[in-house]
Each structure stands twice: as C-alpha cells, then as structure tokens.
C-alpha cells in the first residue's frame, strides 16, 4: 500500500536548525515534493528531488535516500515567519499523482 | 500575474443543495487537479485532468463531478452534498503534470455543509 509519515508537529527556537523527516513507502518512485502551507493559505512549492542527495536552496535544503525511502527538509537559520505546516508528497510511476503526506505542523519560540 | 483563482472562498450550504466551485488559471496549464484538506489527513485529490475533455478520478472522487470544456477552466460539482463533504478545497495546475513539474495552488475554498 501507499504510507508517507511525517511527525505531526515540532517545536523549534528562532535562529536554530530544525529537520523535518519523511519516510515513504509506494509501490514506485518519480520523485518527492517538499510544500509550505501557512495556516488558512495555498501550499507553495519548496523542493523538488529525484535523485539521492542533498538539494540545496538558501536556507532550506532537502535530502532523498531512494534505497530508504527516506527524505528531510533542513531549514536553517529558523524566521518566525517560518511556522507553517510542512508537507512531504511522493509521485509514483504509475500515473501523475501525488501521495500527500499529513503535514508537520512546525511552530518557532522566539 | 500567473495565479490560480477559486470562488467562492467560503461558503456554507445544506445538504442535499447543488453547488459548483469555480476555478481558473491564467498560465496555460494543461494539468488541473482538485483536492480536499482535512484536518490530520494528507491532501487527498479528488479528480483530475490532464487537457481539455480529459478527466479522471483522484482517490476520493465519490459525491463529486468536473468538466474541462477550456483549457482555463476546471470547477467541481457537487450534486448533492452531505456533510461529510465539508472541507478545505484547493484547486491546483501544472504545465503538463509530469515529473518533477510544481503544482500552483488556488487560495482554497473552505465548505461548511449542513
């Protein structure tokens, strides 16, 4: 069957690091989608990987194990502006469609 | 401005009452796709399209219809709603929906079935 998890809410400081995990399970794999959605809004696309690595883009970074099924989404230098819900979709080979995951809900202390 | 447009935004009906929720793009999207958003749940799509007169089902397609006569276009029909249909609505498009391409999403349209 399909299963994306992701932790549903984490807690971190203003200025720290925080990793959001994601960890899938599909009968195929045609890459993985890393969105912000702040409350009441769109999701807006933040990372876009296919191949194992790191994937870097200013303060946010995003790396996929394909033999773990496995993916994070690093965000440094943590902005208030920066609580939202951050959701993992993988798309399969069969068809255009994504598989969601529930979202981690990340909330910044000052 | 490249943008994905949903109305209403809100909208509070009774069960059994008709409603179609509009949604638009103005980038030549070929790919649209309907989802709803429930709270502890994943985005769960409901249908979609991948050019015009080209429709398929999502994973949660039951209790709802779409057409795709243009291009632009892409509303959501409910014929007869329950509340159990009571959700965040997002429409979303993509050039072509294929791999790697990034969906926009509309603003979302919050129901309330009664």
């Known amino acids: 069957g399909q299963n994306i998890d992701q932790p549903t809410e984490m807690t971190a400081t203003e200025g720290a690091i925080v990793q959001i995990n994601c960890t899938y399970q599909t009968s195929g794999f045609n890459g993985l989608f890393w969105y912000q959605q702040h409350a009441g809004e769109a999701p807006t696309f933040l990372s876009y990987n296919v191949l194992d690595g790191l994937e870097e883009k200013g303060r946010f970074s995003s790396f996929l194990s394909r033999s773990k099924g496995y993916s994070y989404l690093l965000l440094k230098e943590l902005q208030m502006k920066d609580s939202a819900s951050y959701l993992c979709a993988v798309r399969e080979d069969s068809n255009y469609q994504l598989i969601w995951g529930a979202g981690t809900k990340l909330i910044i202390k000052p | 401005e490249a943008q994905v447009t949903q109305n209403p935004r809100y909208l509070i009906t009774v069960t059994g009452k008709k409603l179609t929720v509009t949604c638009s793009q103005n980038m030549n999207h070929e790919y649209m796709s309907w989802y709803r958003q429930d709270p502890g749940l994943g985005l769960r799509q409901i249908y979609y399209?991948?050019?015009?007169?080209?429709?398929d089902k999502g994973d949660v397609p039951e209790g709802y219809k779409v057409s795709r006569k243009e291009k632009r276009n892409f509303p959501l029909i409910l014929e007869s709603p329950s509340p159990n249909q009571t959700s965040l609505y997002f429409c979303?498009?993509?050039?072509?929906?294929?791999?790697?391409?990034?969906?926009?999403f509309g603003p979302g349209t919050r129901l309330l079935v009664l």
């Open positions: 979303a498009s993509s050039t072509s929906g294929g791999t790697g391409e990034t969906q926009y």
């Open positions: 399209s991948m050019n015009v007169e080209v429709t």
